[in-house]
């Protein structure tokens, strides 16, 4: 079976579970043609991602011309389904905050992509994130009858659903995946009572060859990672404050973070007036070997992010058996357990977070090893890659079925038995009542 995968911005740093999700499809014998509005290949340092830019196609590097004459061909082929992906455009593009006219871009890409996935043979079209890629598989779809489906991780999502319209998105799509239980909470918040069963649970994973048993926790000075990109709805200039207050009780205590961003300077600039310059290390973006061996060489993993999906950094750190500090929001409560994985804060408390982080300094190496098994045993069973990508790989071909015979996806019973999703990540029409 051959299927599209379609991303804003593909291959980047940030997105590398969309690489391994896509491998781990292939291993399980699907085809999979990678697809992305644009590239981020400056930002690339991992082999892994590089290697993928070489196999994505840029729609907007193929340039105005070749895209309007994509767009005139597509119109013309099937006037009727034209102008009903034009009025869905124009629809979804006043609802939202960028307006028709960018939608009417997204429609011309769409007109481009409805072309390469007949010529493809393409089956099913699979976005990342409800934002402009899932609207352009919706667009994409109207024109080309390929069934598609989308992932929505949020924040930026849950953010913004009505200018999303991802009422229409759930709607329309064969299905709809959120990554944790909270994030489907949220979908079934803004979505017809009608479209519920078609809202699966089906997380993020990682792979769990790449974590052999954990190194030992080194003697000595504690020593957290944060790593993420540097932007507001991750929590890092908090984060500073919070390390000024904890290195009172702990001060040789060591932080590291670990990503770049657009906050870089403003984060710089607060770790020199709170005179940690000796405390704070930023290493910019790593591949990911090398972030592995940040977290081996950690006592504990540190997240104070504001909003989040399901965090795949707290999914590696706890697969190599580190515990984690991390803010109660989104699906981190899924992940992490008070007392028993980590330390659970508030979001945007500085007291609180300083006060867990002093705590990992002083909690026994011998606990925070513990801790660490926990979670490692926890991440392991419920977030291997493989099994995830055989939830998805249910859908797609229930999908696929449902093209030739309308049956509808995989029902609950399958998804209970484990062919179809999670063990409680669908819920049937009474279990929803």
Same mark, same amino acid.
């Given at each position: 079976?051959? $299927? #599209?995968?379609?991303?804003?911005?593909?291959?980047?740093?940030?997105?590398?579970?969309?690489?391994?999700?896509?491998?781990?499809?292939?291993?399980?014998?699907?085809?999979?043609?990678?697809?992305?509005?644009?590239?981020?290949?400056?930002?690339?340092?991992?082999?892994?991602?590089?290697?993928?830019?070489?196999?994505?196609? =840029?729609?907007?590097?193929?340039?105005?011309?070749?895209?309007?004459?994509?767009?005139?061909?597509?119109?013309?082929?099937? !006037? +009727?389904?034209?102008?009903?992906?034009?009025?869905?455009? $124009?629809?979804?593009?006043?609802?939202?905050?960028?307006?028709?006219?960018?939608?009417?871009?997204?429609?011309?890409?769409?007109?481009?992509?409805?072309?390469?996935?007949?010529?493809?043979?393409?089956?099913?079209?699979?976005?990342?994130?409800?934002?402009?890629?899932?609207?352009?598989?919706?667009?994409?779809?109207?024109?080309?009858? $390929?069934?598609?489906?989308?992932?929505?991780?949020?924040?930026?999502?849950?953010?913004?659903? *009505? *200018?999303?319209?991802?009422?229409?998105?759930?709607?329309?799509?064969?299905?709809?995946?959120?990554?944790?239980?909270?994030?489907?909470?949220?979908?079934?918040?803004?979505?017809?009572?009608?479209?519920?069963?078609?809202?699966?649970?089906?997380?993020?994973?990682?792979?769990?060859?790449?974590? !052999?048993?954990?190194?030992?926790?080194?003697?000595?000075?504690?020593?957290? $990672?944060?790593?993420?990109?540097?932007?507001?709805?991750?929590?890092?200039? =908090?984060?500073?404050?919070?390390?000024?207050?904890?290195?009172?009780? *702990? !001060?040789?205590?060591?932080?590291?973070?670990?990503?770049?961003?657009?906050?870089?300077?403003?984060?710089?600039?607060?770790?020199?007036?709170?005179? +940690?310059?000796?405390?704070?290390?930023?290493?910019?973006?790593?591949?990911?070997?090398?972030?592995?061996?940040?977290?081996?060489?950690?006592?504990?993993?540190?997240?104070?992010?504001?909003?989040?999906?399901?965090?795949?950094?707290?999914?590696?750190?706890?697969? *190599?058996?580190?515990?984690?500090?991390?803010?109660?929001?989104?699906?981190?409560?899924?992940?992490? #357990?008070?007392?028993?994985?980590?330390?659970?804060?508030?979001?945007?408390?500085?007291?609180?977070?300083?006060?867990?982080?002093?705590? %990992?300094?002083?909690?026994?190496?011998?606990?925070?090893?513990?801790?660490?098994?926990?979670?490692?045993?926890?991440?392991?069973?419920?977030?291997?890659?493989?099994?995830?990508?055989?939830?998805?790989?249910?859908?797609?071909?229930?999908?696929?079925?449902?093209?030739?015979?309308?049956?509808?996806?995989?029902?609950?019973?399958? %998804?209970?038995?484990?062919?179809?999703?999670? !063990?409680?990540?669908?819920?049937?029409?009474?279990?929803?009542?």
């Amino acid at each position: 079976m051959r $299927v #599209a995968y379609l991303i804003n911005t593909y291959p980047k740093p940030s997105h590398s579970f969309i690489r391994r999700e896509i491998h781990a499809l292939e291993r399980q014998g699907f085809e999979v043609n990678r697809f992305a509005l644009r590239g981020d290949s400056a930002a690339l340092v991992d082999p892994a991602d590089l290697l993928e830019s070489d196999r994505t196609e =840029l729609v907007l590097d193929k340039g105005v011309a070749r895209i309007a004459f994509a767009t005139a061909a597509e119109i013309l082929r099937k !006037p +009727l389904d034209g102008l009903a992906a034009l009025r869905l455009a $124009v629809a979804t593009g006043r609802r939202s905050s960028s307006g028709v006219a960018r939608h009417l871009v997204y429609l011309a890409e769409a007109c481009y992509l409805a072309r390469r996935f007949r010529r493809l043979g393409i089956a099913h079209v699979h976005a990342h994130f409800g934002t402009n890629s899932a609207t352009v598989a919706m667009l994409a779809a109207a024109l080309s009858g $390929v069934r598609w489906s989308f992932t929505v991780h949020g924040p930026e999502e849950f953010d913004a659903p *009505a *200018a999303l319209s991802l009422d229409e998105k759930i709607r329309r799509a064969a299905f709809t995946v959120a990554v944790s239980s909270f994030g489907r909470s949220q979908l079934c918040r803004w979505a017809e009572f009608a479209d519920w069963s078609r809202i699966r649970v089906v997380p993020c994973g990682i792979e769990p060859g790449r974590f !052999p048993e954990p190194a030992p926790l080194t003697e000595g000075a504690t020593t957290l $990672v944060a790593i993420g990109r540097f932007v507001e709805q991750k929590g890092q200039l =908090l984060l500073i404050d919070a390390m000024a207050r904890a290195v009172i009780a *702990a !001060p040789k205590l060591q932080l590291r973070l670990v990503g770049d961003g657009e906050l870089r300077p403003e984060i710089e600039t607060a770790i020199r007036k709170q005179g +940690l310059e000796a405390n704070v290390t930023i290493t910019g973006w790593l591949d990911e070997a090398q972030v592995r061996a940040e977290l081996a060489a950690c006592h504990a993993l540190v997240m104070p992010s504001f909003a989040e999906g399901l965090p795949m950094v707290i999914m590696e750190a706890m697969a *190599a058996g580190r515990p984690v500090v991390a803010t109660s929001i989104a699906g981190i409560p899924e992940l992490v #357990a008070q007392n028993a994985t980590g330390w659970l804060v508030p979001a945007g408390d500085v007291v609180a977070m300083a006060d867990a982080m002093a705590a %990992v300094c002083t909690t026994p190496r011998a606990r925070l090893a513990a801790m660490g098994a926990a979670g490692r045993i926890v991440v392991l069973e419920r977030h291997d890659v493989d099994a995830a990508a055989a939830l998805l790989a249910t859908q797609f071909r229930a999908a696929a079925r449902a093209q030739l015979t309308a049956s509808p996806p995989a029902s609950d019973e399958e %998804v209970q038995s484990g062919r179809g999703d999670l !063990p409680g990540g669908a819920v049937s029409k009474e279990r929803a009542a």
